[in-house]
């Protein structure tokens, strides 16, 4: 990790929380869930903040609140794995996004790949990386991503993406396209 960058506190004016959250509900997300373990035991998030930042190098980002009890274990962590989720996986999107609870308690449904960062088995799409930034800013951190492998399926193309839009699930497919 290079560094870590401070959005100064003591900015005011702007949109109240909620409103801020209502213009947000407005504008759909696709869903991945994030998992890593930095040496104290595996840690999963689900995110809709995930984005493409470069291709050249592959950087990715999100972002994450300090509220996430996947917080400490994220933001330590050296490297990472992102799943890109699909309709089928929203089982696990609520797992990672439901609170109090061992998200790893079931072996049978996650691993860990060769270089030692859990993933969830059944996810249709993967991209593990390296955390090369961070920023906070407010109570939420953005993480820069590095992106070093991928598991990307010959069949992505035909998959229905897992969306957040208006505080519920959909799935985009060809009856979404316009």
Known sequence: ?????????????????????AA???HPSGIAV????????PAAMTASSVFSVSVEPPVLVFSISEMSSAAPTLLSAETL?????????LDLAILASTSGVDRFADTTIWDRLPSGEPYYTAAHAWVRGRVVDQMQIGNSTVVAVHALESNIPDDA??????????RTWHKLGESSKI
Not at 36 to 41: H, I, L, P, S, V
Request: proline letters at 4%.
């Open 1 to 21: 990790m290079t560094s870590i960058h401070r959005i100064e506190d003591g900015v005011t004016g702007g949109l109240t929380p909620e409103e801020f959250k």
């Open 24 to 26: 947000f509900r407005q």
């Open 34 to 41: 994030i998992t890593a373990d930095a040496g104290q035991g």
């Open 81 to 89: 794995v992102i799943h890109m989720l699909t309709a089928e996986n």
């Open 157 to 166: 193309a035909q998959t229905q993406p897992l969306v957040y839009h208006n």
